[in-house]
Structure formats: structure tokens, C-alpha cells
């Protein structure tokens, strides 16, 4: 029997203007909260661009500093020309994706993931390979992190509150990735989340801004796990 090919995936990643970001992190002052939005958005993109399988990410943004950070990390940086949602920037750049790499699949990843490891996301597109259309629930068993499809399938995101259940009821595959303790999973909204996401263990950028911030969760902050 041939050996089975690896899929190529083109990874989307939407990230928001910087000052409009993360609201909901109320132990944070605005400043502090678009830095650690950066901060996440980073060890997210640098984990994406680590990841076996990835072979390109794209970050559709409007903020300069997302954009410059992004790219220096080996981004496609993507200017967010429907600026009306976040699932149209993500259709936004698979369609940019397709037309340049059509052999490929296209994922898209949430931003504000920064306990990723690279191989918790290449197991999770391995296993995404083996339907038409798979996305991975965020800890919380009701929104999204990842969606993908494989090649010549429709791309139709709906990510947004509720919605796992929107993507259950249209047919997309759930991947179960074997853990409750999950940096793919683990999303950042609130300051509960981000703990969560620390004692799973943090990016570099995200602990370092936390530890200029003074924010108290170093002790629950280690180094990512070798392998997730």
C-alpha cells in the first residue's frame, strides 16, 4: 500500500486593530491590554509558521503593529479589505489562498491562543485532513479556534458566539484532540483565560508582557510543554 501524503495547509489567521482588542481583560488598562493582544497574536502566529504541515500563514490585519510583527515572524501579511467581520476576513484570505496554492487546504485559526504548540496544531490539521470540512471546539465546548477544509471543499467559517453549534448543524466534523488540557483550545477573553492558558504554558511574548504588567499569573506561567 502507498504511503498516505502529508496534506499542505495554508493557516488564516484574522487579528483585530489592536485598540479595539480584548475589552473584556479588565485587570488590564487599554495599553496593557492591546500589548498583550499583540503579545497573543504573536506566540499564535510564531507557533502557526512552527507547525509540520503549515506552509503558509496569513494574518489579515488593519493594525501596523500586528501587521509588522506578523510579518517579521514569516507571515503573508493581508490588508482586511471586507473590514466587516471576522469571518469575511477569513474568507478574505483563504480566497487569496486558493487562487496562489488551490493544492493545498486552508485552515483558519483564532489569534488569541497563546499556549499553541506547534505539534498539538499539526495533529489537529492531520487529523482535519481526514474530512471535507473539521473544526476543533474552544475549552468551553461552544465557540470555534480551528476550522479547516481540504482542498476543493467549500470554506464557509462560521465562527462567532454559539458557534460550535453552527458548524455541528452544518456538517463539520468536531476533531477530538485527546485532552482537556489543550493550548489549541484554550482561547483568551477574559482574565480566567488567560490563568487557564498559563498553567498550560504561555508564549515567550505573552510572559513577558504579563511580567512587565505585574499581572499575577507568573507562578502558573512555565515554559510550553515539549510536546503538546
Known sequence: MAPEVQLSW?????VKVLAQ??????????????KLALAMAADTVAAA???????????????????????ELGAVVLPDEPAVGLNEALT????????RWGERGIA????DLPALHPRELSRALAKASRHGAAFVPDALGTGTTLYA???????????GDGSRDRHLA???????????????RQDV?????????????????TRAILAESGLDVDDRAGERPSDA
Request: proline fraction near 5%.
Open 10 to 14: 495554508s493557516l488564516v489567521i484574522p
Open 21 to 34: 482588542a480584548k475589552s473584556r481583560l479588565t485587570g488590564l488598562a487599554g495599553q496593557g491590554r492591546s
Open 49 to 71: 509558521t512552527s507547525a509540520a504541515g503549515v506552509a503558509t500563514v496569513l494574518v489579515v490585519t488593519d493594525d501596523p503593529e500586528v501587521s509588522s510583527a506578523a510579518a
Open 92 to 99: 478574505h484570505g483563504a480566497g487569496y489562498a486558493q487562487k
Open 108 to 111: 483558519a485559526l483564532a489569534a
Open 149 to 159: 477544509v481540504r482542498p476543493g471543499a467549500a470554506f464557509q467559517p462560521l465562527f
Open 170 to 184: 452544518a456538517g463539520v466534523a468536531e476533531i477530538d484532540l485527546g485532552s482537556e488540557s489543550s493550548g489549541l
Open 189 to 205: 477573553d477574559t482574565i480566567d483565560d488567560l490563568l487557564r492558558a498559563a498553567a498550560i504554558g504561555l508564549g515567550p511574548r
